[in-house]
């Protein structure tokens, strides 16, 4: 069956270091997504990708990168985490038509910056 | 920008009995999506129904319903027969209609909902 994985699924770092975070997803999506949450937050878009080569900034990017070099990946790299990084985070994906705008959820990454 | 509010940071209702979620947006948009998801305690993020802003007609999932006033930008999600399952997190979230590969949803606090037995 078609999915979306997260790894790991939980994490913990120290402060400075660089972590990256993994998603994948075999339903051959055009979109993905990754988000934070944080409680009293909800969810928060952090970057965001339309297709292969395609990257874009969500509303909470500072302190993020991602590339999509392939279909089914978009690894989400921390590149000096943050105790301000210590958070759940999901990745979501979802096709450009059909579905009605529905993405469909990871399982999440719960990361501890120490 | 859109934004969502949940109103109801938590709320509690008995077994069997009907509970309302109540979500509010802000957008100039005239097409676009709103959603219910649900989080478990397994942190799974599950869609519980989705409304086209564009049909009149409330959408129904067995037992869940929404009722989306376009007008007063109110799209409140209604459980009935509530059962202990139901408790969870439940997320409003907006999206701008398809067109533009505006795919990006914007999420409320979400409401935390207990089912008693």
């Known amino acids: 069956d078609a999915e979306i994985t997260q790894s790991p699924r939980h994490k913990i770092t120290e402060t400075g270091r660089q972590v990256t975070l993994a998603c994948h997803q075999t339903?051959?999506?055009?979109?993905m997504f990754w988000y934070r949450q944080d409680l009293g937050h909800g969810l928060r878009l952090i970057h965001y990708?339309?297709?292969?080569?395609?990257?874009n900034k969500g509303e909470v990017s500072d302190g993020y990168s991602v590339s999509r070099s392939n279909t089914e990946d978009l690894p989400l790299t921390l590149e000096s985490a943050a105790s301000s990084q210590t958070s759940v985070y999901f990745c979501a994906s979802s096709k450009d038509a059909g579905a009605l705008g529905e993405q469909f959820f990871g399982p999440g990454t719960r990361l501890t910056v120490l | 920008a859109q934004t969502v509010t949940q109103s109801q940071p938590e709320m509690s209702v008995q077994e069997a009995e009907t509970v309302t979620l109540s979500c509010t947006y802000d957008?100039?948009?005239?097409?676009?999506?709103l959603f219910w998801y649900k989080q478990p305690p397994s942190r799974q993020m599950i869609l519980v129904i989705r409304q086209e802003a564009y049909k009149q007609q409330n959408a129904t999932e067995n037992r869940f319903s929404v009722n989306f006033q376009k007008a007063a930008k109110s799209f409140s999600l209604k459980i009935s027969d509530s059962q202990l399952g139901d408790t969870a997190m439940y997320f409003c979230a907006f999206m701008k209609h398809k067109g533009g590969s505006n795919y990006k949803l914007t999420f409320g606090k979400g409401t935390l909902l207990t089912v008693n037995p």
């Open positions: 339903w051959n999506h055009n979109n």
């Open positions: 990708s339309y297709g292969v080569q395609d990257t």
């Open positions: 957008t100039s948009e005239n097409n676009y999506y």
